[in-house]
């Protein structure tokens, strides 16, 4: 240990939403809001003490001028608090963190508010300016998850991907079963209430509520319901039952130096250890978890299949699958033996894929699933819009 160890002091994320469901009424600098202030309050940090709020948030900045310093102005923090939105698709939550640890190993900051929002119920059409003139005009909707640099959905390319690399939709299937079966086992068991507060949201008559579980998981999910699904966008494998669906929510941590949080006497939750960004070809993204892991476990000195607890981001059941395989140099028995403790609460295609809240997310879980088992060293791996891949490395002692 040592006193400029980067450690987080707390975490909070909403109940994950389903699209159009009890978060609907919510914007994303809302929800960012509302996880901000939780974190902080959770922290015990007096607000004018926090330096920096990173957030990320992946659909078009939601929509909005920077709409993290709109979280920020209606928070408890300081109107004089800087924040900036980062933009780097499904990695821009995780990308935050990375950010504020290096603020703070840098000495630019003691303490930094990290995560992301994501409202993609509220996600606006395209309507393209230009002058009236004669003649059809269309509209465009980004939640179809294309770009000018790809010729197909990502969907589509990711499901392609997969193949190419041994994983089959059956596999998908089966993954995707499983995820819903280890995050309701997970939460029979109280496991996301050290995530996740209660919001005040709309039940399904309009009326107010306060919800306190992710919306989207389907604990009566079974096979023979996902092998009846259509893959979407005419592809091979990937469907609405082995992807997660549209989601709305919120998760911050806080981070600060070691020496800090013992003069604020705070209690350590975890300690990052190092984070990395990686970038592969456009259609690359099933496997840039595993490039990421893989660049951690070369910084690290560490065997790349040595972790105690792994948390790879469910894109869609595919990716990792394959970022397992491709960590196991393509052998069955060593991928199947790194799932074992791969996502053991079950990942994103239960409870649901808020582009930019999901990188910080899946961090927050790995610290809890750390902490459950006594400590030891994880890493959370997660991919980007078009071949981006974030990844990082957490430490309970």
Not at 2 to 31: K, N
Not at 156 to 185: K, L, N, P, T
Not at 265 to 287: E, F, H, K, N, W
Not at 338 to 358: C, F, I, K, M, Y
């Amino acid at each position: 240990m040592s006193e400029h160890d980067v450690v987080v002091v707390s975490v909070a994320r909403t109940p994950f939403g389903r699209y159009e469901g009890m978060l609907r009424e919510f914007d994303g600098p809302a929800l960012g809001t509302l996880a901000i202030d939780m974190a902080v309050q959770r922290s015990g940090i007096a607000a004018d003490a926090i330096d920096a709020v990173y957030g990320g948030v992946g659909m078009i900045s939601s929509a909005m001028l920077t709409p993290v310093r709109q979280a920020v102005l209606c928070s408890v923090l300081p109107e004089t608090t800087p924040s900036a939105a980062i933009d780097r698709a499904c990695c821009s939550g995780m990308t935050a963190i990375g950010m504020g640890f290096k603020d703070i190993r840098l000495g630019e900051a003691n303490a930094v508010v990290c995560g992301g929002f994501e409202a993609l119920s509220r996600t606006p059409l395209l309507w393209p300016r230009q002058r009236a003139r004669i003649g059809n005009v269309a509209a465009e909707d980004p939640l179809l998850i294309r770009g000018r640099v790809v010729d197909r959905p990502i969907a589509v390319f990711s499901g392609d991907e997969a193949i190419r690399r041994g994983v089959d939709r059956a596999q998908q299937d089966a993954w995707a079963m499983q995820s819903h079966q280890r995050y309701a086992q997970a939460q029979a068991a109280g496991y996301f209430e050290f995530e996740t507060f209660g919001v005040e949201a709309s039940g399904a008559k309009g009326a107010s509520t306060l919800m306190t579980l992710d919306e989207s998981p389907r604990p009566d999910t079974t096979l023979e319901k996902l092998a009846k699904l259509k893959p979407v966008y005419g592809g091979q494998t990937i469907t609405a039952g082995n992807a997660p669906g549209l989601s709305d929510g919120a998760a911050f941590l806080v981070l600060c130096r070691r020496d800090f949080a013992k003069a604020n006497g705070l209690l350590p939750l975890a300690r990052i250890v190092d984070y990395v960004q990686i970038c592969g070809g456009p259609t690359s993204g099933t496997s840039t978890p595993a490039s990421a892991i893989v660049r951690l476990a070369e910084r690290s000195g560490r065997d790349v299949r040595g972790w105690d607890l792994i948390e790879i981001n469910e894109a869609y059941a595919a990716t990792p699958l394959v970022s397992t395989l491709a960590l196991a140099d393509g052998q069955l028995d060593k991928a199947q033996q790194l799932r074992q403790r791969t996502n053991v609460h079950g990942g994103a295609v239960a409870l649901g894929h808020p582009l930019g809240a999901s990188g910080a997310r899946i961090v927050m879980t790995l610290i809890n699933g750390l902490r459950r088992r006594g400590g030891g060293r994880g890493v959370a791996a997660i991919c980007g819009g078009f071949g981006q891949g974030d990844g990082l490395l957490v430490e309970v002692e």
